[in-house]
Nanobody, 127 residues
């Protein structure tokens, strides 16, 4: 059974950092594309970042580039999202996703819909 479980969300002050984890079971990290998405209250879900499991290519949307870093640990079967310099506008439910189509993540783009999703973890940036 395939499963994605996120953790690491919480309340943080503006300018602070959080590291999200996505533990994958039933997947082999190097055969999937991995994405992080977020949905703020009253807004549509949006892509944040992705990593190609085969070649390690990464993509970031402009609003988080330079502040967020996506990474993977094949031994732990876990994908991470390190978030620094957090802003109030980063407040959202963050979800990780996996897709067997490796074109779902390239250096230039991220596919907007992925095949499998986690339940999400809340990130709140507030003073």
């Amino acid at each position: 059974q395939v499963q994605l479980v996120e953790s690491g969300g919480g309340l943080v002050q503006p300018g602070g950092s959080l590291k999200l984890s996505c533990a994958a079971s039933g997947f082999a990290l190097n055969t999937y594309a991995w994405g992080w998405f977020r949905q703020a209250p009253g807004k549509e879900r949006e892509a944040v970042s992705c990593i190609n499991g085969r070649d390690g290519s990464t993509y970031y949307v402009p609003g988080v580039k330079g502040r967020f870093t996506i990474s993977r640990d094949n031994a732990r079967n876990t994908v991470y999202l390190q978030m620094n310099s957090l802003e109030r506008e980063d407040t959202a439910v963050y979800s990780c996703a996996a897709d067997p189509d490796l074109w779902a993540c390239t250096k230039r783009t991220i596919k907007r819909t992925y095949n499998s999703w986690g339940q999400g973890t809340q990130v709140t940036v507030s003073s």
